[in-house]
């Protein structure tokens, strides 16, 4: 206390004034169980009533409340004393007898006090005490079996003409639940608590007019509670003032239930129909638009169906089902085990019998309807649950899609574009009959010119989306003017109801992606440029779809675009589909960019025994494409593909065993046969593939490189007319890629490789096949000494980010080579343009890789992994890559059974690099002397 005395003595000369209580409150929070010095007596004697209470409430602890109320007692009040008895009963620990001790022994002392200055207590404070006993522990119920009925309701009583409407109905619903809670000690008493519960309704009459009705419905539910008939003339003022009140749903229902439990069936009609006289279909409208609770959404239509117009029904559909995704939500993330499942099925249940319900009372006046209504109704039927969906969907395709083409006016295009997106969504997800048709027709009204004009950004894109899914066609120009009207219409506010937002930027962007498509390079930038602003308010799914687009079109985000919408994506994983994983992992392999926290998670992990085959074939060659080894993931992905074999696309099946061969997964080789026998039995499926044909010769050469399963390859499970075709494809895809290739720089690299002062055993050649056409070499050479060299120009794609890391097909390449016996030298073609001009640069980097050291690069700048951006640092990409391919920095010395690779021998003195370091010595002589 010492310590604080000092502070106590500033405060109260400077600060007593302006921040009264502020170091009381900060002594009792610490509980210092110490007497309070002379000063500390004189600021609590300064303490204002307001301040005492708030003391009072801050209280954590019994401990600290009871001091509190010792050194405090002369100077509280009522209010003072009614507040501790409600904060000594709020901290009452359960379970622990020393603090119920504790707990009694204060709440006693507070008691007696308060029983003093009951007379001067208003009524609300008596409601709330009467409150605070009846939440109390029984041991304080026990003590005091009569203080509700005995001393506080006579004291309410006595200040009754003071009491307010609120007070009244509140002291009355207290009442009701001692009442149910001790139907033995009020039963003595019953004929004086009904002469009482009429004098409170009388008095609540009285004050009518500052009456809520909600107090009304609290009035007559408490009665009814405490089984006290009410007659007509007590009743009917109360009815007049809860009809004036215009009451919520909510209201109205209690009310009317207590009139049918009452017997006044016939009153409850009367009301019901005195309240439609004072209602309109805006409130009706409004009515529908916010309840919150399936049950009470269901009363309402059972009650004033009679007055729904089709708006109203619709709402009510509309209503019904964003009820049903709350409830779905809520249960989802509570996780409430059995109780949850089965509260579920009773919503459902309850879902399909109010909108049957609502389905026939609209299906009789259809035609009748506006287009909005209609579509309202489609998206409504078409989002709902499985069964409900599939239920419904006869009604959608055959009466409501037909009754929107009928339609004319200003809103048909936006209603077709609704309707087209949801109907579509639905038979995707649900595997429902489509007609593709009446699709194509609800797509031919939004993109007429005159209408397609008049349609905003949302609906457009839903209609963009609706064509990609039913291969309608959509000149480009058009596309070109849809993307500029959604870039335009995109506003600061994602969450805004009219603004566009991330789920409408990456629906666009899918839907060109998948439509082929190509975009202007400005509107695709600001296509992702404005999804990434919004990425905070997107969901995994989105960000899923949105990255799968942006790779699908051939573009590539900045490295922190990228990075941060992965983020995003990780943040929010617990939420994601499994195809959302898969499309995220495929478009992080188009892009080069590994992220492995997300693949090894349990989310991940549980979701594959439920992926269809096509999902899983793709996350696994997404990570043989990245390199990545996930045991965990692979072993449950070949395992899902086995189980789904025969029903699988063949395509689905050879990425799957390309991905095993990619990876080096050698003991799934049996697996990998096995799935190839499945697609030799389907192989007509295969004309035309020429991907899949050259992916399967490659898994061929894998097999026998490493000696697998008989060291045969593919002869056996595949017919030598079909292997045949599988390498005819392969040596034509390695010819095109040769091609596409960019030919000047890599001749450029020949020529000066050509120039260098070695000699060669076999010079230099230019794009070379193996001797058995398993590889196109961009150029070979043999060294004095017989070394094969195999040099290729690689560029940034050919790394992996952030670690620099080859990537699957180009480790896989590198170690078809080092089986043939050939050593890897990498050009990176980055760095080779740095060098442009400058000859003698060139040939000191050619002959310093060649001679296979590890700095055989200058200085080079930072490249970019995507445009604008600067890539993280590599692993001295310029260098010539182990023959395992697997790390750049690899100890080329590293024995040969832990790089994974199988290599050629080579003699144990490195005789092939005598020469060349001699031709090195001479060509640094020769420039000293130039």
Request: net charge neutral; charged share 15%.
């Amino acid at each position: 206390m010492q310590g604080i005395a000092p502070v106590l003595v500033c405060y109260h000369a400077a600060y007593v004034v302006c921040m009264p209580n502020m170091i009381i409150v900060m002594i009792m929070r610490r509980g210092l169980q110490v007497q309070p010095p002379a000063v500390c007596a004189t600021v609590l004697q300064e303490l204002d009533p307001p301040g005492l209470t708030r003391l009072i409430c801050d209280c954590k602890h019994t401990a600290a409340l009871a001091r509190l109320v010792t050194e405090h007692s002369t100077a509280m009040n009522h209010v003072h004393m009614a507040t501790a008895l409600r904060q000594v009963v709020k901290l009452a620990p359960k379970g622990s007898n020393n603090h119920l001790t504790l707990t009694d022994k204060v709440f006693d002392q507070l008691w007696m006090q308060q029983q003093a200055q009951l007379d001067s207590c208003p009524p609300e404070t008596l409601v709330n005490i009467v409150h605070t006993f009846m939440l109390a522990p029984d041991s304080i119920k026990q003590r005091y079996p009569d203080a509700i009925l005995q001393q506080l309701l006579p004291a309410f009583m006595r200040q009754l003409p003071n009491a307010s409407a609120y007070v009244v109905a509140h002291m009355l619903n207290e009442l009701a639940d001692h009442t149910s809670s001790n139907q033995k000690d009020v039963a003595v008493q019953a004929a004086d608590l009904a002469r009482t519960v009429l004098m409170l309704v009388q008095q609540f009459s009285a004050c009518g007019r500052q009456a809520t009705a909600m107090d009304v419905a609290t009035v007559c539910s408490a009665v009814v509670q405490m089984g006290i008939q009410l007659q007509q003339d007590k009743l009917q003022p109360l009815l007049d003032v809860f009809v004036a009140q215009n009451p919520t749903v909510k209201a109205e229902k209690k009310v009317v239930e207590v009139l049918r439990c009452n017997g006044s069936q016939e009153q409850a009609k009367k009301l019901q129909d005195n309240l439609g006289l004072v209602r309109g279909p805006k409130w009706l409208s409004k009515t529908i638009s916010t309840a919150g609770q399936l049950e009470l959404l269901r009363w309402l239509v059972d009650n004033h169906s009679a007055v729904f117009n089709q708006n109203h029904i619709a709402a009510a559909i509309a209503q019904a089902v964003k009820l049903q995704h709350s409830s779905s939500t809520v249960s989802k993330d509570a996780q409430l085990g059995s109780n949850n499942q089965q509260l579920q099925e009773q919503d459902s249940v309850v879902l399909q019998r109010l909108l049957n319900q609502l389905w026939q009372l609209q299906e009789q006046q259809l035609q009748s309807c506006s287009s909005n209504a209609l579509a309202l109704m489609v998206e409504s039927f078409c989002s709902t649950t499985a069964a409900v969906q599939r239920l419904f969907w006869p009604a959608v395709t055959q009466q409501l899609v037909p009754c929107i083409l009928q339609k004319r006016g200003q809103q048909q295009a936006t209603s077709c574009a609704a309707a087209a997106h949801a109907v579509v969504a639905a038979a995707e997800q649900q595997q429902l009959q489509l007609d593709a048709q009446q699709v194509h027709q609800l797509l031919d009204v939004v993109f007429l010119q005159r209408k397609r004009q008049q349609l905003d950004a949302k609906a457009l894109c839903k209609a963009v989306c609706a064509a990609a899914n039913v291969n309608y066609s959509i000149p480009s120009q058009v596309m070109q003017e849809i993307v500029d009207k959604v870039l335009q219409s995109i506003g600061d506010v994602p969450t805004a109801a009219d603004c566009i937002g991330p789920s409408e930027i990456a629906r666009l962007t899918w839907s060109v992606a998948v439509t082929g498509h190509q975009l202007p390079k400005q509107q695709s930038e600001q296509l992702l440029y404005q999804f990434y602003r919004y990425r905070k308010s997107a969901g995994a799914d989105t960000v899923a779809s949105m990255l799968w687009a942006v790779a699908k079109m051939g573009e590539r985000p900045s490295l922190q675009q990228l990075q941060q919408l992965l983020t995003v994506f990780v943040n929010k994983l617990q939420s994601s589909s499994f195809t959302a994983v898969a499309d995220v992992t495929w478009a992080c392999a188009k892009f080069g960019y590994l992220r492995k926290d997300y693949l090894s998670q349990p989310t991940v992990l549980g979701a594959v025994p439920t992926a269809t085959s096509e999902q899983v074939a793709q996350l696994a060659l997404a990570c043989g494409e990245l390199g990545y080894h996930c045991e965990p993931l692979l072993h449950a992905v070949m395992k899902r593909i086995l189980q789904l074999q025969r029903d699988s696309p063949v395509q689905a099946l050879v990425d799957a065993c390309w991905a095993v061969a990619l990876l080096d997964l050698q003991h799934n080789a049996a697996e990998a046969l096995q799935l190839i026998s499945t697609v030799s039995k389907q192989w007509a499926q295969l004309t035309g593939r020429s991907t899949a044909l050259q992916q399967l010769y490659q898994v061929h050469l894998w097999l026998q490189d490493n000696q697998l399963e008989g060291g045969r390859g593919l002869l056996g499970v595949l017919t030598p007319q079909q292997l045949q075709e599988c390498q005819a494809a392969h040596r034509t895809a390695l010819t095109a890629a040769a091609v596409d290739a960019e030919p000047w720089l890599l001749l450029s690299v020949f020529t000066a490789l050509q120039q260098l002062p070695l000699t060669w055993r076999e010079p230099p050649q230019f794009q070379q096949y193996t001797s058995d056409g398993a590889v196109l070499v961009d150029i070979t050479a043999r060294t004095a000494q017989g070394e094969q060299l195999a040099l290729f120009m690689d560029d940034s794609t050919s790394f992996s980010q952030p670690d620099g890391l080859p990537i699957g097909r180009v480790q896989f390449r590198d170690k078809l080579l080092s089986a043939r016996g050939y050593r890897i030298v990498s050009v990176l073609a980055e760095q080779w343009r740095q060098l442009k001009g400058q000859h003698e640069q060139q040939q000191q980097y050619l002959l310093q890789l060649v001679a296979g050291q590890d700095n055989a690069s200058p200085p080079i700048l930072q490249q970019a992994l995507m445009p604008g951006q600067q890539n993280v640092e590599q692993s001295n990409p310029g260098q010539i890559i182990p023959a395992s391919g697997s790390n750049h920095n690899l100890d080329t010395t590293m024995p040969l059974e832990n790089s994974g690779v199988r290599r050629v021998r080579r003699p144990t003195v490195d005789k092939a690099r005598v020469s060349v370091a001699a031709a090195l010595a001479d060509y640094h002589s020769g420039q000293q002397a130039r």
